[in-house]
């Protein structure tokens, strides 16, 4: 009874707006992660350690006195190279996938180590320079998120609809058609990459604005954020446009899964559970709504289901029957 009198609703509603917040950035990381994972069929490690490049590369710049726009736009960059040397790996030197991204994100450890000046983390005051985005004000901070979400989804629909796009997609559907028609596969998975790094180290950069600094491990775990949003949103999506779910609903609702699944952090954090099994929550959380559309599957393709339909049927046929012969 005292665990339960010392819950205050109040607290909860008072954080909900800082998850939202923090959900928007990690929804366009998981923008990102949707772009390789769903698009590409590619799992790629290589975000753990270009999250944090985004960040380290953002803050670094803007603390030299660079604009933070520019900064942020350099971060991109930086992500995108991290991407190149991952899809390079893959297909030039032929390493697996999984492979070619642990390597890259072991390696850019030391890399923005070296960015920070061989400093585990660096703090920016936000007295002192202008950032695009703060947690000191949490309503601008959503509403610069919200503005960053709509444009990265609105060029992300117009580029994957264009005949560059459209082969990516296309690779990632099917490598030996695609192949076959004469689209170089080894290209269009590098560009989907560094398309994808870049996007994340938008996000890094962002984060390390919000939070106000940059650290070294602050991308650690950010794949398996990255795959629990793309799943999240892609089962709310399912449920709640069904066969309307077009590809553009289908970015919004990653978004939308970034946002949910910090709720439920917030959630369990309100509750106050051990905070050091934050990561055992996750995990948890992941394999659960990886097991609904599996389980939803299995449930209307089952033998018990046939079965059932089938004596229904029989049942209705025998009524019939009995009818016709009165």
Known sequence: MSYLASLNPLNLVAALPGCVAQGLIWGIMALGVFVTFRL???ADL????????????TIMLTLAGMPVGLS????VLAGLAAGLVTGLLHT???IPPILSGILVQIALYSVNLHIMGMAANKAINVNNYTL??????ITT?????LVFVAVLIALLYWFFGTEIGSAIRATGCNPAMSKANGININTMKVLALAISNGIVALSGGLMAQYQGYSDINMGRGAIVIGLAAVIIGEVFGNAVAGRRMNFMLRM???VLGGVIYYIVIGIVLWLKL??????LFTAVIVAIFLAVPYLKAGRSSSFAKAAKNSQAAITQRSGETAKEEK
Do not use: E, H, P
């Open 274 to 279: 051990n905070s050091n099994d934050l990561k």
């Open 40 to 42: 590409l069929d590619f």
């Open 132 to 137: 695009l985005i703060s947690a000191r004000n």
């Open 72 to 75: 942020l736009f350099i971060a």
């Open 46 to 57: 290589t975000v753990d350690g270009s999250f944090a490049t985004g960040g380290a590369v």
């Open 252 to 254: 919004s609702f990653v």
């Open 141 to 145: 901070a959503i509403l610069v998120a």
């Open 92 to 94: 030039k030197l032929g």
